[in-house]
C-alpha cells in the first residue's frame, strides 16, 4: 500500500514537472514572437517612415528657385552653371532661374533686392562685415537648420564657422576661400642664401639682404589701396593679436589706442629703410608684378589670386611663407577672404533654397568646383590630390590659424574702410603725420559707427 502510494506521488510529480516546463518553454516561445513581431513592426515604421521622409524632400524640393550670381568670369560662370544643372539632374521637380550679374553691379544692386519684396531666393556673397551688415538689418535668413541637418560643422573647419554664425544662428555658408602669405621668387633666396623667414627679425634680415643686393625686398601696387590695408591687417593681428583687430573692425576699439602706433612704427620701418617698390602708387597690383617676373623685386604679400597673374615661365619658380610672428604670445590671424551663399530674409521658396545650400555644401558640388577652377574649398573631404603643390601648402597652413580676417574692406563698415585706406596711403607719403591722421580717422569712427546704431 505505501509502495502503491510513493509510486502515485513519484507519477504525478513528475507529470506536473513536466507540465511546468511545456508552459515556460510555451511563454518563451510566445515571448520570441512577441518580440520578432515587435521587431518587424518596428522594421516596417522604419521603413514607412523613411520613404514619407523621402517623399516629404521630394515634395519640399520642387516649384521654383531664383539664383542670384556675381560669378560673372567665363570659367566661374560656366562652374555655376555646372552646379545649377546638377542639382535639377538630382531634383527634377526644380525649375533655377540663374541671373548673372558682374561683380561690382551686383553691389550695386544687392541692397535693392534684399530690401524688396520679390528678393532671390540665394546669392552669392562674401564673408565678414559685408554679410553680417544685412544680417543686423534683418535682411538674411537664419539657416541654422542647414547647418544642423548636414552636420556642416564636421564638414567645414571651426574658423569658417566662426565667419558664418552671429549670436548663435548661422546666417552664412561658406564655399571657397583664398589666403594670403608672402610669395617669393626661390631663385633669388637661393642665390643670396636666404631661408623663408619665420620671424619678424629674420624678416628683416632677409630684407636688409636683398637691398644691399640691389634688389627692391617687396613688390607692392597701391593704385588700389586695398594693397596697402594688406599690410596694416597682418602687422595690426600680428603685433595686436586678431582680437584687438576685429575689434578695431566692428567699431569696439578706438583708432587713437596707443597699441596702433605700434604697427605704424613697424610699418614705417620698412617705408624708410627703402624696402618697397618706388612709387608704388603709380602701379596697380597687376602693373607691379613685372618687378617681381623680372627679379628687379622677391617678395609680394597678396592673396592666392596673384599665382594666376604671374608669367608661366616664372611659376615654377614661386613659393611662399606666412607673413612673419612678431609676437608668439598673441594667437595667429590670418587674411581669408571667403565667399559663399545666403538666403534673403524675404525669400519666397526658402524650402527650395535651404535644399540648394545644403547641395552647394556637399563634397560633390564643392569638388566640381574645386576641379574646374582650383579653389581651395571649405568642405574639409575635398581631396588635397585635386590641387598643386602651392595650393596644397596654403591649405595646410591654414590648418593651424587661431582667427579668420576677411581683409580690411570686408571686415569694417565700407564707409570707414574707405576713410582708412585713405589713412593708409597719406602714412606712406608722410610718416610723421601717423598721430593726426589716425585722430582724423578715430573722429570718423565714432561718426560713421554712430550713424548705423
Same mark, same amino acid.
Given at each position: 500500500?505505501?509502495?502503491?502510494?510513493?509510486?502515485?506521488?513519484?507519477?504525478?510529480?513528475?507529470?506536473?514537472?513536466?507540465?511546468?516546463?511545456?508552459?515556460?518553454?510555451?511563454?518563451?516561445?510566445?515571448?520570441?514572437?512577441?518580440?520578432?513581431?515587435?521587431?518587424?513592426?518596428?522594421?516596417?515604421?522604419?521603413?514607412?517612415?523613411?520613404?514619407?521622409?523621402?517623399?516629404?524632400?521630394?515634395?519640399?524640393?520642387?516649384?521654383?528657385?531664383?539664383?542670384?550670381?556675381?560669378?560673372?568670369?567665363?570659367?566661374?560662370?560656366?562652374?555655376?552653371?555646372?552646379?545649377?544643372?546638377?542639382?535639377?539632374?538630382? *531634383?527634377?521637380?526644380?525649375?533655377?532661374?540663374?541671373?548673372?550679374?558682374?561683380?561690382?553691379?551686383?553691389?550695386?544692386?544687392?541692397?535693392?533686392?534684399?530690401?524688396?519684396?520679390?528678393?532671390?531666393?540665394?546669392?552669392?556673397?562674401?564673408?565678414? *562685415?559685408?554679410?553680417?551688415?544685412?544680417?543686423?538689418?534683418?535682411?538674411?535668413?537664419?539657416?541654422?537648420?542647414?547647418?544642423?541637418?548636414?552636420?556642416?560643422?564636421?564638414?567645414?573647419?571651426?574658423?569658417?564657422?566662426?565667419?558664418?554664425?552671429?549670436?548663435?544662428?548661422?546666417?552664412?555658408?561658406?564655399?571657397?576661400?583664398?589666403?594670403?602669405?608672402?610669395?617669393?621668387?626661390?631663385?633669388?633666396?637661393?642665390?643670396?642664401?636666404?631661408?623663408?623667414?619665420?620671424?619678424?627679425?629674420?624678416?628683416?634680415?632677409?630684407?636688409?639682404?636683398?637691398?644691399?643686393?640691389?634688389?627692391?625686398?617687396?613688390?607692392?601696387?597701391?593704385?588700389?589701396?586695398?594693397?596697402?590695408?594688406?599690410?596694416?591687417?597682418?602687422? *595690426?593681428?600680428?603685433?595686436?593679436?586678431?582680437?584687438?583687430?576685429?575689434?578695431?573692425?566692428?567699431?569696439?576699439?578706438?583708432?587713437?589706442?596707443?597699441?596702433?602706433?605700434?604697427?605704424?612704427?613697424?610699418?614705417?620701418?620698412?617705408?624708410?629703410?627703402?624696402?618697397?617698390?618706388?612709387?608704388?602708387?603709380?602701379?596697380?597690383?597687376?602693373?607691379?608684378?613685372?618687378?617681381?617676373?623680372?627679379?628687379?623685386?622677391?617678395?609680394?604679400?597678396?592673396?592666392?589670386?596673384?599665382?594666376?597673374?604671374?608669367?608661366?615661365?616664372?611659376?615654377?619658380?614661386?613659393?611662399?611663407?606666412?607673413?612673419?610672428?612678431?609676437?608668439?604670445?598673441?594667437?595667429?590671424?590670418?587674411?581669408?577672404?571667403?565667399?559663399?551663399?545666403?538666403?534673403?530674409?524675404?525669400?519666397? *521658396?526658402?524650402?527650395?533654397?535651404?535644399?540648394?545650400?545644403?547641395?552647394?555644401?556637399?563634397?560633390?558640388?564643392?569638388?566640381?568646383?574645386?576641379?574646374?577652377?582650383?579653389?581651395?574649398?571649405?568642405?574639409?573631404?575635398?581631396?588635397?590630390?585635386?590641387?598643386?603643390?602651392?595650393?596644397?601648402?596654403?591649405?595646410?597652413?591654414?590648418?593651424?590659424?587661431?582667427?579668420?580676417?576677411?581683409?580690411?574692406?570686408?571686415?569694417?563698415?565700407?564707409?570707414?574702410?574707405?576713410?582708412?585706406?585713405?589713412?593708409?596711403?597719406?602714412?606712406?607719403?608722410?610718416?610723421?603725420?601717423?598721430?593726426?591722421?589716425?585722430?582724423?580717422?578715430?573722429?570718423?569712427?565714432?561718426?560713421?559707427?554712430?550713424?548705423?546704431?
Amino acid at each position: 500500500m505505501k509502495k502503491t502510494l510513493l509510486w502515485l506521488l513519484i507519477v504525478m510529480l513528475s507529470v506536473s514537472m513536466i507540465a511546468t516546463f511545456s508552459l515556460a518553454g510555451c511563454k518563451e516561445e510566445e515571448a520570441a514572437e512577441e518580440e520578432a513581431v515587435v521587431v518587424e513592426e518596428e522594421a516596417e515604421e522604419e521603413v514607412v517612415a523613411e520613404e514619407e521622409e523621402e517623399e516629404e524632400v521630394k515634395e519640399e524640393a520642387s516649384g521654383e528657385l531664383v539664383f542670384n550670381s556675381f560669378r560673372s568670369e567665363p570659367a566661374q560662370k560656366a562652374v555655376i552653371e555646372e552646379l545649377v544643372a546638377k542639382f535639377e539632374e538630382l *531634383n527634377p521637380d526644380v525649375n533655377v532661374t540663374l541671373n548673372t550679374t558682374a561683380t561690382e553691379e551686383f553691389k550695386n544692386s544687392v541692397r535693392l533686392w534684399l530690401a524688396s519684396d520679390d528678393p532671390p531666393d540665394v546669392i552669392t556673397w562674401f564673408a565678414g *562685415n559685408r554679410a553680417m551688415y544685412f544680417v543686423d538689418k534683418g535682411l538674411i535668413l537664419d539657416i541654422s537648420d542647414v547647418w544642423e541637418k548636414a552636420d556642416l560643422a564636421n564638414q567645414f573647419a571651426k574658423a569658417f564657422q566662426s565667419i558664418s554664425y552671429k549670436d548663435g544662428k548661422a546666417y552664412f555658408l561658406p564655399e571657397a576661400y583664398y589666403g594670403w602669405a608672402v610669395y617669393y621668387r626661390k631663385s633669388i633666396f637661393e642665390e643670396y642664401n636666404l631661408s623663408e623667414p619665420k620671424t619678424w627679425e629674420e624678416f628683416l634680415e632677409v630684407c636688409a639682404t636683398l637691398k644691399e643686393n640691389g634688389i627692391t625686398p617687396i613688390t607692392i601696387g597701391t593704385k588700389g589701396r586695398w594693397t596697402a590695408a594688406g599690410w596694416f591687417d597682418y602687422l *595690426n593681428m600680428r603685433i595686436n593679436g586678431p582680437e584687438f583687430h576685429m575689434g578695431l573692425m566692428l567699431g569696439t576699439e578706438k583708432y587713437t589706442d596707443p597699441r596702433l602706433l605700434k604697427v605704424f612704427e613697424a610699418w614705417r620701418k620698412l617705408v624708410d629703410r627703402g624696402y618697397f617698390t618706388e612709387n608704388a602708387a603709380s602701379y596697380s597690383w597687376q602693373e607691379a608684378i613685372p618687378f617681381l617676373a623680372q627679379g628687379e623685386s622677391a617678395m609680394y604679400l597678396m592673396g592666392q589670386f596673384v599665382l594666376n597673374s604671374i608669367p608661366e615661365d616664372i611659376q615654377p619658380d614661386m613659393d611662399f611663407f606666412q607673413f612673419p610672428i612678431i609676437d608668439p604670445s598673441v594667437p595667429v590671424g590670418e587674411d581669408a577672404p571667403t565667399d559663399g551663399y545666403m538666403i534673403p530674409a524675404k525669400a519666397k *521658396n526658402v524650402e527650395n533654397a535651404k535644399i540648394f545650400l545644403t547641395f552647394l555644401a556637399s563634397l560633390e558640388a564643392q569638388n566640381i568646383t574645386a576641379e574646374k577652377l582650383g579653389r581651395i574649398m571649405t568642405n574639409k573631404d575635398v581631396s588635397l590630390d585635386i590641387y598643386p603643390p602651392l595650393t596644397q601648402k596654403s591649405i595646410t597652413q591654414m590648418q593651424s590659424v587661431d582667427a579668420l580676417g576677411q581683409f580690411y574692406d570686408r571686415d569694417t563698415l565700407p564707409e570707414i574702410a574707405d576713410k582708412g585706406m585713405d589713412v593708409f596711403m597719406e602714412f606712406w607719403d608722410n610718416p610723421d603725420k601717423i598721430q593726426e591722421l589716425l585722430e582724423r580717422l578715430e573722429e570718423d569712427r565714432q561718426r560713421i559707427f554712430e550713424e548705423q546704431e
